[in-house]
């Protein structure tokens, strides 16, 4: 009992220690953000502290943490769910019950973690799949794959891609009920730059007959080779997401070197042979002027380091780096962007080359926003944001598949 008091007492102290942060005004649920932004970071500190004095590594600690709010698949009266696995690929499936006369549309939902964590088993994620499925009336497919740094890039691609072509096979879209010319590919965050890519590649994909209909990325992030954005300098101490944590998370997911982390902070990280593609993500022209405010672009330094990773220039993992021409057979798209995230700029810039390529983009932004609201949808770590970030994403889905 002891042990336990004194962690508690300590947890507290910690706690306390980063309730006094800056909020926005305009944020709703003031109060409510702050703790929850306090609880986030103060388990940071105590992973950071372990991980120095060799404990554990910092991913396991919050791996930890996030386990604990995993659920079993649970059937409603409105739902039949089942954990299965495409190629063995784990996957979650969420089928109405409700006899229909004809195909249903469906959704396949990656999810966020920073692709070193998480689960389609965590609260937020499930509660998330089953109202799509509920409300729309359609088969869900949610899929997880392997988590950094055990896994570097391009493990997650390759399990996305695995199990989406799995499951638009003729045979499988029969088995399930699936009009497999109502198939949307939706994503958060991490789960977005994964959806975002594996949409890319299932459309310019001939040998691919069956093709993704429409896609939506939440707060996506979708480049890795410019460190420096208004929205990383905006955020920089943001809420729940730091630029420092940012960094770590792609640095876990790119290399095991330690020493790139650093040079991402620098913006110096990227190879001599790269300067052909800051054009398109030159937040300079592709920013709206709104976003842009008095900030100056300057172009990364280039050649400075020296880091053999053929990752930094792959579409796969920055799929803000394709050209026009892949652009332009890419479906119909809806993006959403919060305010106050450090990725926010990415979701900005991808509606921009899209609509240039002549793609149809619906966006929203969301002025009070944050990132990684949708984990937040029940109770006790409830948020408003979620909800309606939430119902938006729904609605849109409702109108376009």
Not at 225 to 250: M, Q, W, Y
């Amino acid at each position: 009992m002891g042990f336990k008091t004194l962690c508690l007492g300590l947890f507290c102290i910690l706690f306390a220690s980063h309730i006094y942060i800056t909020i926005p005004g305009n944020i709703e649920e003031f109060w409510k953000v702050m703790a929850l932004d306090a609880v986030a970071k103060t388990c940071t500190f105590v992973a950071m502290c372990f991980e120095n004095i060799g404990i554990m590594r910092y991913e396991e600690f919050i791996s930890i943490i996030l386990r604990l709010d995993y659920t079993q698949p649970l059937s409603d009266e409105y739902i039949t769910v089942t954990d299965t696995a495409f190629v063995d690929i784990p996957v979650r499936l969420y089928l109405p019950k409700r006899k229909s006369d004809m195909a249903r549309r469906a959704v396949i939902y990656i999810h966020g973690g920073a692709y070193c964590f998480g689960s389609f088993k965590q609260t937020g994620f499930d509660f998330l799949n089953r109202w799509t499925a509920r409300k729309l009336d359609a088969v869900v497919v949610a899929l997880d794959y392997r988590n950094a740094p055990q896994h570097l890039f391009p493990t997650q691609f390759e399990d996305s891609i695995t199990a989406v072509k799995f499951f638009l096979q003729d045979k499988i879209l029969t088995k399930y009920g699936v009009d497999p010319a109502r198939i949307c590919i939706s994503g958060d965050s991490s789960g977005a730059t994964l959806a975002a890519a594996v949409t890319q590649q299932v459309r310019n994909d001939l040998k691919i007959k069956h093709k993704i209909k429409i896609q939506a990325l939440l707060y996506p992030h979708l480049q890795i080779i410019d460190s420096d954005l208004p929205a990383h300098r905006e955020n920089e101490h943001g809420i729940l997401l730091t630029r420092d944590l940012a960094i770590k998370f792609v640095s876990l997911y790119l290399t095991k070197d330690e020493g790139f982390s650093q040079a991402v902070k620098r913006n110096q990280f990227m190879p001599l042979e790269s300067r052909h593609l800051f054009k398109f993500v030159n937040w300079s022209t592709l920013l709206p002027e709104k976003y842009r405010k008095d900030h100056v672009y300057t172009e990364p330094i280039l050649g400075r380091s020296s880091f053999p990773l053929p990752a930094l220039m792959d579409i796969r993992a920055s799929p803000l780096l394709a050209n026009d021409s892949q652009l332009q057979n890419l479906p119909s798209t809806y993006i959403l962007t919060c305010q106050y995230d450090i990725v926010r700029d990415d979701g900005l810039m991808y509606v921009t080359r899209l609509q240039n390529a002549g793609v149809q983009v619906t966006h929203d932004h969301i002025e009070d926003g944050i990132h990684g609201a949708l984990s937040y949808m029940t109770p006790p770590l409830y948020l408003n944001l979620g909800l309606r970030i939430r119902d938006m994403y729904i609605s849109w889905l409702d109108k376009n598949l």
